[in-house]
């Protein structure tokens, strides 16, 4: 029990860390916004780089984030009949949903490895003027999903033990 609590803990440090990791990423975004708009509207220079790094980076934020939300239990849930069950009630039906939730984050999984591998495979470039490649913004969509997916298999098991025991100590 004891190994398992450790795993667990390390699941949720990893979500927790790479939440916060990539939370930093907004001051650059901000950033780079303000100086596109003092180009623009200031200089009346635009710059044909900002806008995709911009849409690259909020993507890489909010998809590497999905992990830190369901630690922290931020993802959207309609708790209007939930909230009446008893514990091993609300934890029976989290593990139901949790098999959803495997369901779709397995295929986000596979087809995003997918998609990664024939995209690094020909070394893939934006079609824009600026050309950025294309292929590490692609990684993020896997690599995010095996976060959400160790994640999840966390928040299973801890779902589980609360449904057989009663108690949600894990």
Do not use: C
Request: glycine share 6%; hydrophobic share 55%.
């Amino acid at each position: 029990m004891q190994k398992l609590k450790t795993a667990l803990s390390w699941i949720d440090k990893l979500s927790d860390v790479s939440g916060k990791i990539i939370a930093l990423m907004i001051a650059p975004i901000v950033l780079i916004i303000v100086f596109e708009v003092v180009m623009r509207y200031v200089f009346d220079k635009p710059t044909v780089w900002v806008n995709e790094l911009s849409w690259y980076l909020f993507g890489a934020l909010f998809a590497i984030g999905g992990a830190y939300g369901m630690l922290h239990g931020s993802h959207v849930n309609v708790e209007i009949f939930q909230m009446r069950l008893p514990r091993r009630a609300r934890a029976a039906l989290d593990i139901f949903t949790g098999l959803l939730t495997f369901l779709f984050i397995g295929i986000l999984l596979i087809w995003g490895w997918r998609l990664f591998m024939s995209s690094f495979a020909v070394l893939e470039k934006s079609h824009t003027t600026w050309a950025p490649p294309v292929y590490p913004m692609k990684f993020i969509v896997p690599f995010s999903a095996f976060l959400m997916i160790l994640q999840a298999i966390a928040k299973f098991t801890r779902d589980i033990h609360t449904a057989v025991t009663g108690k949600e100590t894990l």
